[in-house]
Structure formats: C-alpha cells, structure tokens
C-alpha cells in the first residue's frame, strides 16, 4: 500500500477516536460504582445497579441509596407495587423512598439474579434456586430438583421457562420439571459463573457481568 494511503488510514483512525473521546462522558465520576449491571426507570431518576450497591441518577450525579443496607452488588431491578425490587449479592430488597427493607430474610436466597411477574407471584432467581414472593415472604419452588442457580426466565404457552446451572425446567403452577435432560447443554448460563465470582473469594479477580437474558 503506498505511504499516502497509509498515512491517510492511520490519521483517520486518529480523528475516529478523537471524536469518540470528546463524545462519551463519564457520569458520576465521584462514585466509587464498581462495575454497573443493571437500570430502572422510576419516578425519583433512573436507578443504577452496581458493585458497590444502589444508586440513582439526578442529572449528571449519582447519589447512593440504601447505604445503611449491606446490599453487596445489585444485579437486577422489578417494578411492583408497593416499591421496587432489588435483587442483589446479599438477598432481595424493596425499595421505598430512599429505604431499603430487607424481604425474606429467613430465607437464604442470596444473591438474587433475576425477576419473573406472574399472576400468582412474583418470581426470584437466585444462586439457592428459584423462589415466589408471598407478601414479605420468600418461598422456595421446586425444592426436589436440583437447577442449581436460576438465572433466567421465559413466559410460554406452556408454562414458564426457567434458566438454571444444571438446564432448562418448565414451570407450571409450583411444579418444576427439567426440559431436555437427555441433552448436555452445558455449564448453564455462563453470566451467573461470573456473577457468583463477585463475592470476592479469595484470589479471584472480579468480571463485570453482562445483562441477564431474563424475559
């Protein structure tokens, strides 16, 4: 390739990120976030799930939320009446103003991945296994089989599908039964792998997970 066109492709490149530099801010810059996973829109300014816990938007600042509240990281976000849920490293939340109150704390769901509506309950994917929020009160589905963390949910005309480490189950009604166990899918969903590495263990370094393929 002759200079000139060499030339003429690196400086191009040059001005491409050039122009991306000047084009991406960063928000919230004096917030030590960690790793962000997760947003939800609500009346006070959007909600930002992150490594170091929960905070909202206003404008260009994020403020914390819930500081008194040992979250750990915040994963996933669901619109309920009553206050918006949070699923995080350290079990399920509902949001209430700035407060967060701990639900199910009876229950060892932590962390909590992944939300479902349904008419019946809401569902919680967690790394204990798939669990209906009654009221205040989480309660464990599907104990007699073994799905490992749930980390994703699907509504079909059959059922609801759910994500798991050890495979696809159907849900119906409080019945959990596996899909295609003749078939080696593999590890599950390989976020939920990364996510369960945030709790820090020891000479693990943290990946930043990507968006749950929840439905």
Known sequence: MPLCLLTAFFA???AADSHAAR???RIGADQDTGWVSAFHASSGGTLVGAEKGLFRLKGDDLVRIGADQD???VFAFHA????TLAGTERGLFRLQGDDLV???P???ASPVFAFHAKRDGTLAGAEK??????GDDLVRIGADQDTGWVSAFHASSDGTLVGAEKGLFRLKGDDLAPIGADQDTGPGVSILRRQRRHA???GERPVSPRPSPSG
């Open 200 to 202: 820090g263990r020891c």
């Open 80 to 83: 309920k009446r009553g206050g």
């Open 102 to 104: 701990r639900i199910g």
């Open 71 to 73: 979250t750990g990281a």
């Open 23 to 25: 084009c991406l801010v």
């Open 12 to 14: 191009a490149i040059a």
């Open 129 to 134: 296994g798939l669990f209906r929020l009654q």
């Open 106 to 108: 009876d229950q060892d």
